[in-house]
T-cell receptor, first 113, second 111 residues
Framework: SQTIHQWPATLVQPVGSPLSLECTVE??????LYWYRQAAGRGLQLLFY??????ISSEVPQNLSASRPQDRQFILSSKKLLLSDSGFYLC????????????FGDGTRLSIL | DAKTTQPPSMDCAEGRAANLPCNHS???????VYWYRQIHSQGPQYIIH???NNETNEMASLIITEDRKSSTLILPHATLRDTAVYYC????????????FGSGTKLNVKP
């Protein structure tokens, strides 16, 4: 069966420090991968999506970047974190196919001090 | 880019049916309606989706109006564990499978 792993579950970082959040999917090939951010009490904002290795599309301009070095690995990064980068970060994937629901990881709660 | 409108909150008595409405008046012919829910501090959980016809699974039923401009998610016998934020999403099949989440409806199931 397919599973998605996201880590770490929580992270506290100082302003100006770098960031690397990792997401991996098991049990499928060539999934579409997504990064979302959720501010406290708000809905999910789509940040990046990827349809294949090295193919990244950004939805909104921001202080973050994403990379897909392997088929089932999706990484969210920042060189210098801002206070506004705080939030709940969620990775999601969709298996190949036209009519498939999106599946989410358990998320990373990022606090910037 | 959310293309749906949902009430911000609703209450439901435990054991009763919860009917959550969603307006998607600009929906196109190739857009599916998806429903997810998010329990606090967890990732969203897929519930159900449909295109034209009503759908039912072990979790819920989805009723889509004939003109497809609105839909209702029905939880037939709500429990306290159904307390969550429910998101209604319209998704274009071929648009790289992007999902846009709105603010959702906070369902409070009360004993």
């Amino acid at each position: 069966s397919q599973t998605i792993h996201q880590w770490p579950a929580t992270l506290v970082q100082p302003v100006g420090s770098p960031l690397s959040l990792e997401c991996t999917v098991e049990g499928t090939s060539n999934p579409n991968l997504y990064w979302y951010r959720q501010a406290a009490g708000r809905g999910l904002q789509l940040l990046f999506y990827s349809v294949g290795i090295g193919q990244i599309s950004s939805e909104v301009p921001q202080n973050l970047s994403a990379s897909r070095p392997q088929d089932r690995q999706f990484i969210l990064s920042s060189k210098k974190l801002l206070l506004s980068d705080s939030g709940f970060y969620l990775c999601a994937w969709i298996p190949a196919g036209r009519d498939q629901p999106q599946h989410f990881g358990d998320g990373t709660r990022l606090s910037i001090l | 880019d959310a293309k749906t409108t949902q009430p911000p909150s609703m209450d439901c008595a435990e054991g009763r049916a919860a009917n959550l409405p969603c307006n998607h008046s600009t929906i196109s012919g190739n857009e599916y309606v998806y429903w997810y829910r998010q329990i606090h501090s967890q990732g969203p959980q897929y519930i159900i989706h449909g295109l034209k016809n009503n759908e039912t699974n072990e979790m819920a039923s989805l009723i889509i109006t004939e003109d497809r401009k609105s839909s209702t998610l029905i939880l037939p016998h709500a429990t306290l564990r159904d307390t969550a934020v429910y998101y209604c999403i319209v998704r274009v099949i071929y648009n790289f499978n992007k999902f846009y989440f709105g603010s959702g409806t906070k369902l409070n199931v009360k004993p």
